[in-house]
């Protein structure tokens, strides 16, 4: 009888099998690895483009504020300033887009009393609401008073009213021996009444 007995203080291993496994394992690891890596690398370009991208929006929101800084400056200047407030002013008109100078012109013109006349209109906006301030020269109180109560009985003007009233400095072949200065609030075309009071409109010649 053969007894095959082993003698080593190891078991036996198929170290052929033990290799090519842990060959396979090793391998996969590395190309865990590499793959994770090219994975930070990429990561790490995307956000330093990233990075210098959003640094060059900041230089150029910089150079912006630079720039209007600048421009306030110019515009804040004494002998702009008045620019400057109709400039907002006119920006303040085209974004609400309700003042309308020929319906403005066209009531006045309907209401007029004889032997008064528009000199100046400036409009201004007190409060979101757009004031006319007029100046009108004629040869008697009896008439800007006349010109008031129609504009208060119009869908286009309400709180009208005489806030000053002078002596005029003639000169000849001019009419107007008085000034007058009329406020009164313009009312937008959403806000009017459907009809105006009787009596509105209509300038006794």
């Known amino acids: ?4 007995i082993n003698l080593a203080s190891q078991p036996y291993e198929d170290a052929r099998r033990f290799t090519a496994l842990w ?20 990561h790490w370009q995307s956000y ?18 630079v720039k209007q800084q600048q421009d306030l400056e110019i515009l804040n200047r004494p002998q702009n300033r008045d620019v400057r407030q109709k400039s907002e002013f006119l920006n303040e008109l085209i974004r609400r887009k309700e003042l ?4 403005i012109f066209n009531d006045l013109e309907k209401m007029m009393p004889p032997r008064l ?9 007190r409060d979101d609401q757009i004031v006319l301030k007029m100046e009108l020269g004629g040869d008697s109180r009896e008439r800007a008073a006349e010109l008031v109560r129609r504009m208060e009985r119009s869908r286009t003007f309400r709180y009208a009213q005489v806030v000053s009233e002078a002596d005029a400095a003639t000169t000849p072949g001019e009419s107007d021996v008085m000034r007058f200065q009329i406020t009164a609030e313009y009312v937008p075309a959403n806000e009017r009444p459907a009809q105006a009071p009787a009596g509105t409109t209509g300038g006794g010649q």
């Open 1 to 4: 009888m053969r007894l095959n």
């Open 23 to 42: 060959t396979g394992i090793l391998g996969a690891l590395v190309l865990l690895a590499v793959i994770l890596g090219a994975a930070a690398i990429h």
């Open 48 to 65: 330093r483009q990233m990075t210098n991208n959003i640094n060059r929006e900041k230089q150029i929101l910089a150079d912006y504020d």
């Open 100 to 103: 309308s100078w020929t319906q």
């Open 117 to 125: 006349r528009v000199l100046a209109v400036e409009p201004q906006v």
